[in-house]
């Protein structure tokens, strides 16, 4: 069964204090992983898509890498404006909707 | 990015009465949308998936008949939650995915905040 596991479910961080967030996944063959931020009451915006072990994309303060078992999301030196959370997914080769598994998420507060 | 608008973005309605809830994709043909429903803290429930001129398909344990789903273009799909009770209040979400040749988005609409009365 295709299966998404984020952790930590919360993570508290000083401004300044970089971090990783994790996901892990098990899919019948990726056809890619994505990472969003979604605020409160809004809907989830779209960050990153990885499609192979390796690949690594970049923006801003964040930065997604990939291996075949889980990815992560690297914070660098976070601001209070990157508090919110966090979502991974997976698409599944096998998938022809292209339909997203979704993690728990991991809700990311930064503090001044 | 992508755009994709939903409407409206927050409904009170009384219970028994019908909600009509709009995604649209502003600058991309998408032949498949998808709605999901999320609750405080929890993370997105896939409840279907959208195929422009055909039939919806359900996530088990999501009720056809409650949840109507409509997708007349390739830019707009509709949910509507019929008969609404208190059960049902919740946040809805769209998505849009957009297909290139090297790589797929998956954009989502605002969320719709639904409160049955």
């Known amino acids: 069964e295709d299966q998404v596991t984020q952790s930590p479910e919360a993570l508290r961080l000083q401004e300044g204090e970089s971090s990783s967030l994790n996901c892990s996944y098990t899919?019948?063959?990726?056809?890619?992983l994505f990472w969003y931020r979604q605020d409160p009451g809004k809907g989830p915006e779209f960050l990153f898509t990885?499609?192979?072990a390796g690949e690594e994309k970049e923006k801003e303060r964040l930065k997604a890498t990939l291996t075949k078992k889980e990815s992560f999301l690297h914070i660098t030196a976070p601001k209070p404006e990157d508090s919110a959370t966090y979502l991974c997914?997976?698409?599944?080769?096998?998938?022809?909707?292209?339909?997203?598994?979704f993690g728990q998420g991991t809700t990311l507060q930064v503090k001044p | 990015g992508a755009v994709v608008s939903q409407h409206p973005s927050w409904v009170i309605c009384k219970s028994g009465t019908s909600v009509k809830i709009e995604c649209r994709s502003l600058?991309?043909?998408?032949?498949?949308m998808f709605w999901y429903r999320q609750f405080p803290k929890q993370s997105l429930m896939l409840m279907a998936t959208s195929n422009e001129g055909s039939k919806a398909t359900y996530e088990q344990g999501v009720e056809k008949d409650k949840f109507l789903i409509n997708h007349a273009s390739l830019t707009l799909s509709t949910l509507t939650v019929t008969s609404a009770h208190p059960e049902d209040s919740s946040f809805y979400i769209c998505?849009?995915?957009?297909?290139?040749?090297?790589?797929?988005?998956?954009?989502f609409g605002q969320g719709t905040r639904l409160t049955v009365v």
């Open positions: 899919v019948s063959g990726l056809r890619g």
């Open positions: 600058d991309f043909q998408a032949t498949t």
């Open positions: 998505s849009a995915s957009r297909y290139g040749i090297l790589n797929t988005e998956a954009f």
């Open positions: 997914a997976v698409q599944a080769r096998s998938s022809n909707t292209g339909k997203l598994i």
């Open positions: 990885l499609y192979s």
